[in-house]
């Protein structure tokens, strides 16, 4: 079955601290995504990837970088994590021309 | 801006009875409209997909709506069921495009 793998279910972290969530899958997706989905909100993108070592910021890339030194891995990092970015972050990946998603249980971060 | 208007944010419905969940758009480049199902603490699953050449799609209970000329597509959940309380996302995306355009999301409660 094809996956998509986020590495925490769920993070507690203090504020300042830097965070990494980390995101695989075994589709050879060129695509991937980072979304964090907050009540209310909807899915909210923050950075996307279309290529080995080629990133785009989305929506709300502010306090957020990414790294994409392998195909199938997409790390988001929280800078220096604060309490408004406590949330559910998604990870998602894509063939191109596609257009569906396959997405991530999700990691529930929360920074105290 | 948000490319793709979902209504309503949320609805019960009865056991047995019709859910209806309403999306608009825009863009007529878009040409894949997929929809996805989240159960609470796990990431959204696609539930049903439609490109514009075709005016409905069914899937078991489930069943999509579309039509071009107004720019609107919408789900039909038949005979509701517990398990299908859930949010449900829309979304569209254009030819060779890298990012899906989702809707805010509704919130289905099915009631026994």
């Known amino acids: 079955d094809v996956k998509v793998t986020q590495s925490s279910r769920y993070l507690v972290k203090r504020t300042g601290e830097k965070v990494f969530l980390e995101c695989v899958q075994d589709?050879?997706?060129?695509?991937m995504f980072w979304y964090r989905q907050d009540p209310g909100l909807g899915l909210r993108l923050i950075y996307f990837?279309?290529?080995?070592?080629?990133?785009e910021k989305g929506d709300i890339p502010e306090g957020y970088s990414v790294s994409r030194e392998k195909k199938e891995r997409f790390s988001l990092i929280l800078e220096s994590a604060s309490t408004n970015q406590t949330s559910m972050y998604l990870c998602a990946s894509s063939f191109s021309g596609f257009g569906g998603y396959t997405f991530g249980s999700g990691t529930r971060l929360t920074v105290v | 801006q948000q490319q793709v208007k979902q209504s309503p944010q949320s609805l019960i419905v009865q056991k047995g009875g019709i859910s209806i969940i309403n999306c608009a758009y825009e863009n007529t480049a878009f040409d894949y409209f997929p929809w996805y199902q989240q159960f609470p603490g796990k990431g959204p699953a696609l539930l049903i997909a439609?490109?514009?050449?075709?005016s409905e799609k069914k899937e078991g209970r489930f069943t999509i709506s579309f039509n071009k000329s107004a720019k609107q597509f919408s789900l039909h959940i038949m005979d509701s069921q517990p398990g299908d309380s859930a949010t449900y996302f829309c979304?569209?995306?254009?030819?060779?495009?890298?990012?899906?355009?989702f809707g805010a999301g509704t919130t289905v409660t099915v009631r026994a």
């Open positions: 589709m050879d997706h060129e695509n």
């Open positions: 979304a569209a995306i254009a030819r060779n495009d890298y990012k899906l355009s």
């Open positions: 990837s279309y290529d080995v070592k080629m990133k």
């Open positions: 439609i490109r514009p050449d075709v």
